[in-house]
């Protein structure tokens, strides 16, 4: 975008300032899968996506091997 040879020392920090980007794609990321864990975590306790989402399947391992996956 700004043809800026590879070898040219340059900060991560300035090239975003000069493109006029604020917020960087993983912090977008990370504030939407926030959201999306409030909004399952306000959900019944039966809800499947809640017990998915928090890892509270009941019940035990067989004991032995681990099967192959």
Do not use: C, Y
Request: net charge positive.
């Amino acid at each position: 975008m700004l043809r800026i040879p590879w070898n040219a020392f340059r900060t991560n920090k300035a090239i975003l300032e000069e493109l006029g980007i604020t917020q960087r794609l993983s912090s977008k990321v990370q504030a939407r899968i926030l959201t999306f864990f409030g909004h399952v975590s306000r959900r019944d306790n039966d809800s499947i996506e809640r017990l998915v989402v928090q890892g509270s399947i009941e019940g035990t391992r067989s004991r032995g091997r681990p099967p192959m996956r």
